[in-house]
C-alpha cells in the first residue's frame, strides 16, 4: 500500500503566492517593531508568566497579534510549498524530497548547537524563534534548487 501524504500541485502555488509577501512584510513588520494598534487584542494564553502577576495556567493576555499572523501565515504556506506534488512526481523526485528534509534538518540542528554553544540571553531567543521556521524554509529552498538543476540537466524548464 502506497500512501502519498503530499497536497495536490495547485497548493504549491498558492503556498508561493502567501509566502513571500508574509516573508518580506513579516520580517520588516519584526525588524522595524510595527505593532498597529488595531491588532492589540485580549487573547487566551495557556501560560500567563507576567511580571507584575502571579503564573498562572490559561488567562487573558493583553497582545498585539501581528506576529502571530505571520507566523501561521508564513508556517502554512511554507508547508503548501514543502509538500505539495511536483507537476511530475516519480520516485525520483521523491528521493531528492527526502534528501533535501534530511539535509535541512541536518543543516537547522547545526546551527542550533552552534547557537546552544556561542549565542546567549536575549540573542538566544531570537534564534530559537526564528529556528521555529528554518528548517521548511532551508528544506523548500534546497529541494527547489535541485529540482531546478535537474530540469536544466534534463534541458526542459517549466
Known amino acids: 500500500m502506497k500512501v502519498n501524504y503530499l497536497f495536490p500541485n495547485k497548493y504549491k502555488r498558492i503556498g508561493w503566492f502567501i509566502l513571500i509577501p508574509s516573508a518580506i512584510i513579516g520580517l520588516v513588520s519584526l525588524f522595524y517593531e510595527y505593532e498597529p494598534s488595531f491588532l492589540n487584542f485580549n ?38 510549498v514543502a509538500f505539495s506534488k511536483e507537476k511530475l512526481e516519480d520516485e525520483y523526485i521523491s528521493k531528492i ?9 541536518y543543516v537547522n540542528y547545526g546551527i542550533l548547537l552552534f547557537a546552544f554553544i556561542f549565542i546567549f540571553d536575549f540573542s538566544f531567543l531570537w534564534v530559537m ?10 528544506f523548500v529552498l534546497r529541494f527547489n534548487w535541485q529540482i531546478s538543476k535537474l530540469e536544466k540537466s534534463a534541458g526542459y524548464e517549466e
Open 43 to 80: 487573547v487566551p494564553a495557556i501560560f500567563v508568566d507576567d511580571l507584575f502577576t502571579d503564573k498562572q495556567l490559561f488567562g487573558m493576555v493583553q497582545n498585539n497579534i501581528l506576529n502571530e499572523i505571520f507566523g501561521i501565515l508564513i508556517i502554512i504556506s511554507a508547508l503548501l
Open 97 to 105: 524530497r527526502l534528501e533535501s528534509l534530511v539535509w535541512a534538518v
Open 129 to 138: 524563534i526564528f529556528n521555529m521556521f528554518t528548517v521548511l524554509l532551508f
